[in-house]
């Protein structure tokens, strides 16, 4: 199973970023996984930058959104409303009490 970690490093300048990227290569880290943020149009053409994607995490936003979907979406199918058991929250432990009928009035039509 491959697994993938994110190493996220706080350089004080751009020499030490670019000793980074140097360290990074050797250490055979293909550079199409490394990405640098900066200010804006503060960071060297040599540096790879983060596209905006990276910068805001928005696919692993959307991917987590899907799971917690889908494991709430799959609990609320299994008890649908109506169908009793421990999903309805009316009853709250107490069985309800019997609906009580108005009695019909008894008369002659005419």
Do not use: W
């Amino acid at each position: 199973m491959l697994m993938r970690r994110r190493l996220y490093f706080m350089l004080p300048d751009v020499e030490c970023a670019r000793a980074m990227l140097n360290d990074l290569l050797l250490a055979r880290i293909e550079c199409r996984h490394i990405h640098f943020l900066s200010r804006r149009d503060s960071l060297p053409d040599d540096l790879p930058q983060a596209s905006v994607l990276q910068k805001t995490d928005i696919v692993h936003g959307a991917q987590m959104g899907i799971v917690i979907g889908g494991i709430v979406g799959a609990a609320a199918g299994a008890h649908p409303p109506g169908a009793g058991g421990p999903a309805l929250l009316e009853c709250a432990g107490r069985p309800r009490p019997p609906r009580r009928r108005a009695p019909r009035a008894v008369g002659r039509a005419g």
